[in-house]
C-alpha cells in the first residue's frame, strides 16, 4: 500500500540503500540548541554511557506489534544509557522532536510525560510508571485511507529531517520526566505499528505552582491500550469506512491544561 502512494520517496530510499519503511526520533531541539538522541544504525559502544545522551536507548527501527509488549514504553530495550543527561526545558516552551525519513503516512501521533519519582529517570521502571498524554494528533482531513493524517503532514517528504513540536504544559509541576514520543502507524491491516521513544527532561518552572494531572489521565505502558480497540485493531481499507472521516485517537484524553 504504501508502495502505491509514494513512488517518488520510495524511489528515494532505493537509491540510499534504505530498504526497510521505519525510521525513529533521532534527536531533540529546544530554542534552537540540539540534543542529540540514539541511532540504532550506530555503533552502541560510541553512544551508550556518552555524557550528551539524552535518549533511551533503542536498539532497533522495527515496530513494536504488540500492545501487551515490555517495550510499547520505550522501545527495545528502552534502558537508560549509563550517566545520560536530560534535555533542559521550561513549562511553556517547544520540544521539536526531529525523525530520520519517517515514511509512513496513516495513524496517530501522541506525546506523554511521567514525573520520575525519585528524581532520578535513569531508576525509573517505565512500565511500572504512570504516564499522562499531553499531546495528541490524528486524522485531520478526508477519509482514513487518503485523507491527511498528522504523520503524513508533519513529514517533508524529500529525505529530509521531519519535526514535530510540542509545548511542555504551563502549569505543570517542575521536576525530572520521561518524555514519550508515539507513531501508531495503522497502514497495515490489523497489524498495528508502534514506534515509541523516550528521553529524559529536566523542566524548570519560575515559581513552584505547579500542578500534576487529575486521576483519569494515568496510564501505563503496557496498559493504556486494549488489542481489541477498533482505532488500533483497524483495516481502514474495509468497506465499512469508506466513507469514514473521523478517527479516535486511542489512549484516553489529553492533558492540555
Ligand atoms: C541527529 O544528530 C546527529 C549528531 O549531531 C546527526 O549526525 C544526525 O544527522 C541527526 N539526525 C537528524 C535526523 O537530524
Ligand atoms: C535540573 O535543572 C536545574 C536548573 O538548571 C539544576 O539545578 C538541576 O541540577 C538539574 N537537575 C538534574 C537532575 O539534572
Ligand atoms: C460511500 O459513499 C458513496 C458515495 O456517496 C456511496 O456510493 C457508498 O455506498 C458509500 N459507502 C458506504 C460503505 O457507505
Ligand atoms: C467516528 O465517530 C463515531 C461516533 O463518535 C465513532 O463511533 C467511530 O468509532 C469513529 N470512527 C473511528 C474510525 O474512530
Ligand atoms: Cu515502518
Redesign the pocket.
Known sequence: MAAAILPPLLALLAVLGMAAAHGGLANYTVDGTWYRGFDPSEQSTEQIGQPWMVQRVWSTIDPVFSVSSPFLACNTPGTPSPGMSSIPIRVGDILTAIYWYWLHPVGPMSVWLAPCPTGSCADVDVNQIGWFKIWEAGLLEGN?VEGTWYQKQFQKWDGEPDEWPVVIPRILKPGMYLVRHEILSIHVEEKPQFYPECAHLNITKEDDNGVLPPDGFWKRFPGAYEEDD??IK?NIYAEK?QN?T???IPGGPIWDQ
Open positions: 482514513l477498533p482505532s483497524i469506512y469514514t473521523n478517527y479516535t
